[in-house]
Nanobody
Framework: QVQLEESGGGLVQAGDSLRLSCVAS????????MGWFRQVPGKEREFVSA????????AYADSVKGRFTISRDNAKNTVYLQMDNLKPEDTAVYYC?????????????????WGQGTQVTVSS
């Protein structure tokens, strides 16, 4: 069974940058699209970004477009989320997730494996 482990979260000030990493255990990492979601207490989980199996196609939520960049290194079984110009409204627990196939999807039930999450807090 695939396990996903996120790292890289923390407490930063508005305007700062963070890079989240997600390492996947097991084989066949390169066969699946990957994504990032985020969630704040009392709200539904929100799509942030996704990329296809090769990393050649990406998708972003409007709220992060132009500030966040998703990428992957299939040789390292790792997906990244570079977050620049962070804002207080980006504060959330960020989850790495694997899609059920190799194409980009955006809805949470289309992802079949989730990490435990990493907290990102942006102070104003």
């Amino acid at each position: 069974q695939v396990q996903l482990e996120e790292s890289g979260g923390g407490l930063v000030q508005a305007g700062d940058s963070l890079r989240l990493s997600c390492v996947a255990s097991g084989r066949d990492f390169g066969n699946y699209a990957m994504g990032w979601f985020r969630q704040v207490p009392g709200k539904e989980r929100e799509f942030v970004s996704a990329l296809n199996w090769k990393g050649g196609a990406t998708a972003y939520a409007d709220s992060v477009k132009g500030r966040f960049t998703i990428s992957r290194d299939n040789a390292k079984n790792t997906v990244y989320l570079q977050m620049d110009n962070l804002k207080p409204e980006d504060t959330a627990v960020y989850y790495c997730t694997r899609a059920g196939g190799n194409k980009i999807v955006r809805i949470d039930f289309q992802f079949d494996c989730w990490g435990q999450g990493t907290q990102v807090t942006v102070s104003s």
